[in-house]
């Protein structure tokens, strides 16, 4: 890409992904910096490395960054709250959360297919599974090993199909 031009949400993209950036608003960005310029969130699944730190002191005060390069994050920040792939770090971001609660929970319910509204259902539940006093200490994404993380997908997957 020429460093020059303007970053473009759909430069380059296949059609899904142009069809999700326009329902984000589609626009242009003379550079990160400013694409991330008051953001509280930013989710970046990009390489290691991919991020000097210093552009997220653009975003909020203590934001969340969700920078989900294997085996290491696109950046490191200082200060924010950090979600990534990594086991060695809190807030691992990993699908063995989600499976095989949906197909346990598709199963129990006779569904024929996983639907979004499942997924959102898993989802929900994940992040339910964190406690008040946990998110207090920066946990957002519970541990593969919560005792009932697995089980509360389960349960909201077969609630949701059973609708």
């Known amino acids: ?3 020059h031009r303007p970053l473009r949400l759909t430069d380059d993209l ?3 992904h142009r069809r999700l950036a ?8 003379a550079s990160l910096e400013k694409a991330v310029e008051g953001a ?10 991919a991020w000097d730190p210093s552009v997220l002191k653009a975003m909020t005060p203590s934001p969340i960054v969700s920078a ?27 699908n ?12 129990d319910a006779r569904a024929r297919r996983i639907t979004p509204e499942m997924q959102r259902a898993a989802a929900a539940a ?15 994404v519970p541990s593969l090993f919560h005792a009932e993380v697995h089980h509360a997908v389960v349960t909201a997957v077969e609630g949701e199909a059973a609708r």
């Open 1 to 3: 890409m020429d460093r």
């Open 22 to 29: 326009a329902r984000c608003g589609g626009r242009s960005f």
């Open 40 to 49: 509280d969130v930013v989710i970046g699944v990009s390489r290691r490395g």
């Open 68 to 94: 989900l390069a294997n085996p290491d994050p696109g950046v490191l920040p200082d200060g924010a709250l950090l979600a990534t792939g990594r086991s060695d770090l809190p807030n691992q971001v990993n």
């Open 126 to 140: 994940i992040a339910d599974s964190t406690s008040e006093a946990e998110r207090g200490n920066g946990v957002l």
């Open 14 to 16: 296949p059609a899904h």
């Open 96 to 107: 063995a959360l989600c499976f095989p609660g949906i197909l346990r929970g598709a199963l």
